[in-house]
């Protein structure tokens, strides 16, 4: 075998350059997963508060059909923005699940699926909630925000860099 030093040179820098885009590539993909489950976070948290000041300070009608329930709610503006922010949030989890399959990461997808599911019950206990007006419906959407949250900042603990 002939050795010369610039072929091998060139070589190995094609090698090299091989490497730092897929690392480069990975690293692009893990950022864009951290930047969407801070980013959801966030928005857990803002609906949290949401949640806690239409618990507050949004009374619901007594003896009311639930047609008239939902009406009222989206007459509230501390609830309506509740239910527009629990809608992107259910929209947010499903682009996060797909985005995480995408990759391939089973510690992101395992997040992710596990904070989808959690903001679904949370969803659904939700609708529930303004429509029955019961109080184990508020308990099921604290408890869905709860597993949310955990969810993803699990994701962010063990996906770090």
Known sequence: M?????????INQKKRKDRINTTSA???????????????????????VLGMITNLYVAFPDNTQPGELWDYA????????HIVIGTLLL?????????????????WLASAVTG???????FLGGVMFTTFQADAYSLVMALGFIAAFVAYVWGLVVNQR
């Open 74 to 81: 989206r007459s509230q503006l501390p609830t309506l923005a």
């Open 116 to 122: 989808m599911i959690a903001i679904i019950v949370a």
């Open 26 to 48: 990975i690293s692009k993909a893990q950022t864009g997963l951290r930047t969407h489950a801070i980013f959801t976070i966030g928005a857990l948290v803002l609906q949290f």
């Open 2 to 10: 002939i050795f010369c030093p610039v072929i091998n040179w060139s």
């Open 91 to 107: 929209v947010s989890a499903v682009v996060f699940v797909i985005r995480a399959a995408r990759e391939s990461n089973r510690h």
